[in-house]
């Protein structure tokens, strides 16, 4: 089988080490900042395209060769229907259960928004944002402490194992697609650093989610503090008490070096966390947005 395969990423990197001999990469394509996938290619003699795709350049590369599919990786850019008729096969793998979570990082609004469950959905490329139709899909529980980057891990483990199966299908000749119920369908867009602040008016549940789906090796969820910030990857609840007309957001007691801090229903503390330029937090103090 000859592939195009258009990867980007730790992850896109992972997949095209981990495909089956008997799927042939003939090229690459991936993003300039992408360094491990432009080495790996380089590496292994593979013609290799690098930059924006959508000026035409991305199908002149492509043209003339031939394909069996053409396989999407952690790609960074949208697919246009030039690329798209390359193969008589263009799919995606997308890390979520499509229909729902079309859209960019959609592990980490999964766990923001306290999903049980998540996973990866193999689908035909069309010129919609993750549209297409549905050729594989496999899911897997979200725990309580999992974050983002443990979220990532399991694809790592799995996306591999669907590319396989889904060029098996191909190979064999007996792909099936099914429609996405597109009334169903959520959408979320890109994440920035700048989007992790937290707001200290949201229940304690929120602010814990919040914070494990933004965990290093991601920016991280942070918080300002006189004129500095707090950059916090992991928190717990505490018993501690309050009066319900403190402000949220109020430290409430330090317990060995750990801000113990209020919320509208119950005290969190913060259990790792950077203080960037801060020196030290006191008790009594406040956090803001």
């Avoid at 190979?171 to 369908?185: F, P």
Wanted: negative net charge; aromatic residues 10%; proline residues 6%.
């Amino acid at each position: 089988m000859k592939l195009a395969v258009l990867a980007s990423g730790h992850l896109g990197l992972q997949c095209l080490t981990r495909l089956p001999a008997w799927a042939k990469v003939e090229c690459v394509l991936t993003d300039s900042k992408s360094t491990g996938v432009i080495e790996w290619a380089t590496r292994n003699l593979i013609p290799l395209f690098k930059g924006n795709p959508r000026t035409g350049a991305a199908a002149e590369f492509l043209k003339g060769r031939e394909l069996d599919a053409l396989f999407s990786i952690n790609y960074l850019f949208v697919i246009e229907k030039p690329l798209i008729d390359m193969a008589p096969y263009a799919l995606n793998i997308h890390g979520s259960l499509l229909p729902k979570y079309r859209g960019r990082t959609p592990h980490v609004w999964s766990i923001i928004n306290n999903e049980p469950k998540t996973g990866f959905t193999i689908h035909l490329i069309d010129e919609g944002c993750d549209t297409g139709d549905i050729v594989l899909q496999k899911e897997f529980s979200i725990a309580p402490e999992m974050t983002g980057a443990d979220v990532l891990k399991e694809f790592e483990a799995l996306y591999p194992e669907g590319i396989e199966e889904a060029l098996k299908m191909i190979a064999d000749g007996r792909l099936e697609r099914r429609q996405q119920a597109h009334s169903q369908a959520t959408y979320y867009g890109k994440r920035t650093p700048e989007d992790g602040v937290i707001n200290w008016d949201w229940q304690k549940e929120r602010i814990y989610n919040w914070v494990r789906a933004q965990a290093r090796p991601y920016p991280g969820a942070f918080a300002f503090y006189r004129e500095g910030k707090v950059t916090i990857h992991r928190i717990g609840f505490h018993p501690q008490g309050f009066h319900y007309e403190e402000p949220n957001g109020k430290v409430l007691d330090m317990i060995e070096g750990k801000p113990v801090v209020k919320t509208p229903n119950g005290a969190i503390i913060l259990l790792d966390f950077e203080l960037n330029s801060i020196a030290e937090i006191v008790k009594g103090d406040c956090f803001h947005a």
